[in-house]
């Protein structure tokens, strides 16, 4: 089924149209809500309320952009609509590393270098991993940041720099920057860290 | 410059990770989709439920005991008991009738020593008697009346006087149902007519319809109430009846049936086809005074007559006494068992990331309180054995002593492979510290859970009222609701994951209790102690944790 024909068939509340265009569009949206949510459960229930709102709203898509993006932003901001209910945005956590995260690669069941990104995220505290996955990973600048998390834009700033900070100290640990860094080949960057 | 490219291609490494990153959720989640958009189509759900409803209550009224039918049967002076004689109690025969249609009564026959009279009116007989057909009716188609002496019409039209008997202070009657034999009505319904108003004189008391009601299974009586009046009866003991071989009944001397109506049937060998005609005209009112003959009725006999086996009067159903429903609350102490459950050895030393150390040596736990409180059906399979199922919903809390710091920090949990060759971490935040910080803490760990618990109680000793029991249970255990704080590797923190909560489990009770009785309910009280039998977290995780509850349990129960 093309696109246009689910779009289409779920303009009119077609049931195998919604469960189609659900089909193409959950594994990656449900993806996108788990660097969000505290757990799988979490993020399933964020992908449910998304989806309900993707379709009840689907008659307001234009066309204008990808299919996937529309439904993308919508996502995320049932994520965050979710994340507010529970925790205040407005606090700044100040954080301090874990002096030693003692890896064992040998014992690490084997997983793809994606999934090892996305957990090592997910280890962030909540404050920190919202703003890094709106601002690094979904594109939105500092200012509509705070606007949705109703925090100041230098909040979101000096969040996202801690953010960074940490999550590349953990990736270097698990080596998985430093072998996408010699694919780059970004030596003084390593160096640096 | 550089500084800026690094963070560019840092952002750009992780959405390209991200994007390829995909989870597949579960069936839960469309399904959850699908009714909220199309909520008419939820129907199939609902009208599962009214068919099972549906279903259970079909079951239940065909298992229902029909025997009320058979008793509403014989109501609306439908049955009339025939007593053949006033002779002695070993040389006369009871014989029951049952209207079954507008010109005949079945007549059943029984193999007995016991009296018998007839029913009041005449009693003809079209053929010349042979009292040897018949057929069996179901045992509680049994009805018996007293009767007075009854005027008998031949096939020849002369007809005879049949002593009958008609006062209480009889001796109590068993009864058992013999053969039947197909028997004419002069006048449908008229039997009941001739009872009530020609013999009327002739009962102690005697009520416009002259139901009776049979007992099941051989009851004693002493007398059969019709609409709350009663009747004498005499004792009557099932037998053969010797020398009823003879078709030819009417021979006197053994068979006093014989002698007294053509057509008693006195053993099994009645023929279906024979007819008896009964006249149920008005009959002689002669009553024969047999109370210095008999003995007096019994409390035991009044009392079983006043209540049993009265036309209107429900069958009763054979499972009422055997089943009581339960309900009870237990509250309870809960306690935490820890032990080590890595798949080997942790590496390095105790100082690093992970810990050797007996996890229950290094942690601080408290017990608090929890709940057990449920609803239990018990049956009575033996004298001294009950078995019960129930519902039961539990809360179970216990604390632990923690600290709390001002930021998180990055644990790990130490985690048992799929195959249990290796030991691998698990990382989370957390702000709580085992072991020092800033702000002591208690931590709750809790859970909602839902048992059915399935077991059976034993009776060790009875005085009275009083009954002390022994039982256990099994229980298979939902979790709805848990929150639970696992020991990090380094035995150093406490960190949070829901999802390493088991949400099955399984417990075992056991209990013992004194139970008395009051006039309705039953009341039992007794400490009980409830173990869990499997961790309460992913049994993958590399501590185990079984929560046990000491508790004492209130319940009342009654006989449905």
Known sequence: MTEEQMLTGSLQNNAASQDALYSRFSPRMLGVCYRFAKNREDAEDMLQEGFIKVFSQIHQYRNEGALEGWIRRIIVHTCINVLKKNKKFSESVDIMYASSIGIREESIPSIMQAKEVVECIRLLPLGYRTVLNLYAIEGYSHKEIGNMLDIEESTSRSQYTRAKTMLEDVLIKKKILAKAREKEVVKPAVAAI | ?560
């Not at chain 2, 042979?130 to 096939?155: F, M, W």
């Not at chain 2, 290094?362 to 078995?387: F, M």
Request: glycine share 6%.
């Open chain 2, 1 to 560: 410059m550089e500084n800026k490219y690094n963070i560019e291609n840092f952002e750009r490494f992780l959405r390209e990770k991200s994007d390829e990153f995909r989870m597949y959720p579960s069936k839960r989640v469309w399904y959850s989709i699908y009714n909220n958009m199309h909520p008419g189509n939820r129907l199939p759900s609902i009208s599962m439920c009214i068919i099972l409803i549906f279903a259970l209550l079909l079951v239940g009224y065909l298992n229902t005991d029909t025997s009320r039918e058979l008793s509403s049967n014989l109501h609306d002076s439908n049955v009339v008991a025939v007593t053949l004689s006033n002779g002695p109690l070993d040389e006369t025969a009871v014989l029951t009738k049952n209207i079954v249609g507008a010109n005949q009564i079945q007549l059943s026959n029984q193999q007995l020593n016991s009296r018998v009279k007839h029913s009041p009116g005449k009693i003809a007989s079209s053929t010349v008697p042979n009292r040897k057909t018949g057929r069996n009716l179901p045992n509680n188609n049994i009805a018996y009346t007293a009767g007075t002496d009854v005027q008998e019409t031949s096939p020849g039209n002369t007809s005879r006087t049949v002593p009958g008997i008609n006062e209480l202070n009889e001796a109590a009657t068993k009864i058992a149902i013999g053969s039947v034999a197909n028997i004419e009505m002069a006048e449908p319904g008229s039997i009941t007519t001739a009872v009530t108003q020609s013999n009327r004189n002739n009962f102690k008391e005697v009520d416009e319809a002259t139901t009776f009601v049979t007992p099941y299974d051989h009851h004693d009586i002493t007398a059969v109430a019709t609409n709350k009046h009663v009747t004498g009866m005499k004792n009557i003991e099932t037998a053969l009846l010797e020398n009823s071989t003879d078709e030819n009944t009417n021979s006197p001397g053994k068979n006093k049936i014989a002698d007294k109506i053509d057509l008693m049937p006195l053993d099994n060998s009645i023929k279906t086809d024979e007819t008896i005609i009964i006249d149920t005209g008005a009959a002689k009112n002669k009553v024969e005074n047999n109370n210095n003959n008999l003995p007096a009725l019994s409390e035991t006999d009044k009392a079983w007559i006043e209540n049993f086996a009265l036309y209107n009067r429900p069958a009763p159903k054979k499972w009422a006494g055997k089943v009581s429903w339960q309900a009870y609350i237990t509250p309870s102490v809960v306690y935490r068992k820890l032990h080590n459950n890595a798949a080997g050895k942790f590496p390095g030393s105790n100082t690093g990331n992970f810990n050797n150390t007996n996890v229950e040596d290094v942690v601080n736990n408290k017990p608090s309180i929890g709940l057990e409180t449920g609803i239990a059906l018990q049956y009575d399979l033996l004298k001294r054995v009950k078995l019960k199922v129930g519902v039961q919903l539990n809360y179970t809390r216990y604390n632990a002593h923690a600290f709390e710091n001002y930021h998180p920090i990055t644990t790990s949990l130490a985690m048992n492979s799929v195959n249990y060759e290796a030991v691998y971490e698990v990382f989370e935040t957390t702000p709580f510290s085992n072991l020092a910080g800033l702000t002591p803490v208690r931590l709750h760990n809790e859970s909602y859970q839902i048992s059915l618990p399935v077991g059976a109680d034993f009776k060790m000793a009875a005085f009275n009222n009083i009954e002390w029991y022994i039982g256990g249970t099994i229980q298979p255990t939902i979790v709805v609701y848990g929150k639970s704080y696992m020991i990090s590797a380094d035995r150093r923190n406490y960190a949070q994951n829901k999802t390493m909560l088991s949400r099955f489990n399984l417990n075992a009770g056991l209990e013992t209790y004194i139970s008395f009785k009051t006039s309705n309910y039953t009341w039992q009280v007794g400490p009980q102690f409830r173990t869990q039998i499997f961790s309460t977290n992913n049994k993958l995780y590399s501590v185990e944790e079984r929560l046990q509850n000491y508790g004492f349990k209130i319940g009342v129960s009654k006989k449905l």
